[in-house]
């Protein structure tokens, strides 16, 4: 399941992967752009304005009703980040044209987001007022949300002080703050810029062949002025020599305790295999050490997990504690780590964690936007290959090279959202 790269225009770009695996097929239109405080917010926003209506579909019920009209297909909205690199745009699951009519749901579908970018709802030149205030208020009460979400929250706050104040620290649908200056007008001039600036990435995962697809997404997607657009690439920040310690009180009942890490392993380190074995060894399963050795045996948090980010090079180990037990549990948790560093796995522990890898690469090829997933944001500042092919490379890892990574897992930030006492949720 390699995808076939097709450049439809400068810096555009159809991915097609032919399978008839799926009942239905997989389409989605990707802009992506460095996150930046200028335009991270506005970016965030437009694919939920712009999925609220077109000149022809000029309200959310005429759209609902054309999308019911291709067998009851649903268009998302989508915004996600990968290091410093925002994706927004939309996705969907049309049925495949072997189940229809006739009908060219999946064509239809490209058709309808291209009708949402080049002829979106508005009035006098400019998108919806209405629209953007609506979608304006919706995405602040999400980030508001998040914010009371303390697991995000804290997860959020450490890996801000891990990034020293760079973009990488951006939420990816920027700050309420950021959100509030958005207007109908900055948001059509943003939309133009989207259109002509920056690149897009086109996905399509069916029964299809590429050529038939690629002539319909051209037709549709012709974009005039597009110019090359700028190389992205993901800030990755350097340890900063020392271990940074944070700590913030709030009126809460459960203390969050996050310890940030540099792993030194990117997507293009030939050592990546090895890391994701460490990291599933660490947290990824009920057999795992922090699991086991932390939450089950000693008693010291409610939760604990890894989190990692290997675009940037980071792991972040989040835990729900008691104030009083941070120092025990920083050191549990720190001890996991040297047992690792010293190469103290069971044959448990790794068989478990194979098991666990295996499931989670080889569950990606019943879904396409979790194959599309991989490719892009795996692929983003690196080549890679086929989900089974990496597969392949973690099954001839061993527990003396989990035991390398590990050694070279270097501590950087102490984060505690420390609980009032008598403090509630």
């Known amino acids: 399941m390699t995808p076939e790269r097709i450049q439809i225009a400068d810096g555009m770009y159809l991915n097609h992967i032919r399978s008839d695996r799926f009942k239905t097929d997989f389409v989605s239109v990707d802009f992506l752009s460095q996150l930046k405080p200028d335009s991270a917010a506005e970016q965030a926003l ?15 019920k005429a759209v609902t009703r054309e999308l019911e009209m291709l067998y009851g297909s649903r268009l998302s909205p989508t915004v996600y980040k990968t290091g410093s690199v925002q994706s927004f745009g939309f996705s969907s699951y049309p049925l495949s044209p072997r189940y229809t009519d006739g009908t060219d749901v999946t064509g239809e579908i490209f058709r309808l987001i291209g009708e949402m970018l080049t002829s979106p709802a508005g009035r006098g030149g400019l998108l919806s007022e209405e629209y953007t205030e609506s979608e304006k208020r919706i995405m602040t009460d999400r980030l508001r949300a998040q914010i009371n979400d303390k697991w995000h929250y804290a ?3 450490c890996s801000q002080i891990m990034s020293d104040g760079s973009n990488t620290a951006l939420p990816e649908c920027g700050t309420e703050e950021q959100l509030s200056r958005v207007t109908a007008a900055s948001l059509t001039a943003r939309l133009s810029s989207v259109l002509t600036d920056l690149r897009c990435e086109i996905w399509y995962i069916g029964s299809s062949d590429s050529a038939p697809v690629a002539d319909r997404v051209r037709g549709i997607f012709p974009f005039p002025g597009r110019k090359k657009p700028a190389a992205l690439y993901t800030e990755r920040i350097p340890f900063r020599g020392e271990l940074k310690s944070v700590t913030e009180t709030e009126n809460i009942s459960q203390s969050r ?18 890391y994701t074995m460490f990291s599933e060894i660490l947290s990824g399963s009920p057999m795992s050490k922090l699991f086991v050795g932390v939450r089950e045996k000693l008693s010291l948090c409610y939760d604990c997990s890894a989190i990692s980010d290997i675009n940037r090079g980071m792991m972040i180990v989040s835990s729900g504690i008691d104030a009083a037990n941070a120092g025990k549990a920083e050191e549990a948790i720190n001890a996991q780590l040297a047992a690792l560093k010293n190469g103290e796995i069971s044959d448990a522990e790794f068989d478990a964690a194979l098991r666990s890898v295996t499931n989670g690469i080889k569950s990606m090829y019943d ?14 500042f690196a080549k890679v290959g086929e989900p089974l092919e990496f597969l392949d490379r973690i099954g001839r890892v061993t527990k003396d090279d989990v035991a390398r990574v590990a050694a070279g897992i270097i501590p950087d930030t102490r984060y505690l959202l420390k609980a009032e006492a008598g403090g509630n949720e």
């Open 46 to 60: 437009l694919p939920f304005v712009l999925l609220r209506g077109t000149k022809r579909l000029p309200d959310t």
């Open 257 to 274: 305790l996050c310890l940030g890490y540099r792993t030194g392993c990117l997507p293009e380190s030939p050592e990546l295999p090895a």
């Open 155 to 157: 997860l959020t706050r």
């Open 367 to 380: 879904d396409a936007g979790a194959i599309k997933t991989w490719y892009l944001r795996r692929g983003m």
